[in-house]
């Protein structure tokens, strides 16, 4: 009897210890991301309908697609992306760059369906992450039979499952993802980029890192495990003792 009693003395500060570390361990603090953006463009995808895709800028920030030869004084359309400096934590907003779109005249037939953003993240903060992410950006050429400027826009979006983009950090899984573009400096975004007809346009592209958390339905980790069940083995314990 006495051995059930020391042995459960024993036990419970080695249980109250595993929950104080378990379960009452102050919060980690949020992580904090900062660096800058550089953004490329990949290859593009001409589609069925463009049997004589032209574009030139695959590698570097300056994307044109369309042949406009044969209309005087006329440009080929034109996507520009100017990488930011950044500082967030994870589930807010930030800014990630900002991309102009010059609306030109194209031969038809020589247009291109989409084209890849390929966005290098250099992290200063934490200094051991350097992503790259890809992102498709559809692009809808109008073939401008209207009298209305609205009608004759083209327009830019981002590719459905191109969205979300994921990186480990810290033994934690992040998302990136695009959240759409602005042009009143993040209060509000929207998920297509229009531009008139002849007209260039330029909007700030946003983004947010979100922590991916796990269900309730996952099972505990090992240290979770091993203090309750020495909080349960000291409970069978002292039960035992006081019945003695």
């Known amino acids: ?27 980690a603090e949020a992580a904090v991301f900062s660096g800058k953006v550089i953004g490329s463009w990949g290859m593009p995808t001409p589609g069925e309908i463009n049997d004589n895709p032209t574009y030139t800028g695959v590698g570097t920030n300056v994307f044109t697609w369309g042949d406009p030869t044969l209309f005087e004084g006329a440009s080929a359309n034109q996507l520009v992306f100017e990488g930011s400096y950044f500082s967030t934590d994870a589930g807010s907003l930030f800014k990630i760059g900002d991309l102009t779109y010059h609306n030109g005249t194209v031969l038809l037939g020589t247009s291109v369906e989409s084209v890849p953003l390929n966005l290098d993240l250099i992290f200063s903060e934490p200094p ?5 992410f890809d992102y498709g950006f559809s692009l809808q050429n109008t073939p401008n039979l209207s009298e209305d400027p609205e009608s004759n826009a083209d327009f830019l979006f981002v ?3 191109d969205v979300k983009r994921s990186f480990t950090y810290g033994g934690n899984k992040y998302t990136l993802s695009l959240a759409g573009f602005s042009q009143d400096n993040g209060k509000t975004q929207v998920k297509e980029f229009r531009a008139l007809e002849g007209g260039k346009t330029t909007a700030s592209v946003f983004a947010r890192i979100d922590k991916v958390t796990f269900s309730k339905k996952e099972v ?8 309750l069940s020495v909080l349960g083995f000291y409970l069978i314990s002292r039960t035992k003792a006081k019945k003695a």
Do not use: C, R, T, Y
């Open 159 to 161: 590719v459905e499952n």
């Open 128 to 132: 051991e992450i350097d992503e790259i």
């Open 1 to 27: 009897m006495k051995l059930n009693l020391f042995f459960s003395k024993a036990v419970f500060p080695v249980a109250i210890a595993a929950l104080s570390v378990i379960g009452f361990s102050p919060q």
């Open 220 to 227: 505990p980790e090992p240290g979770l495990a091993v203090g």
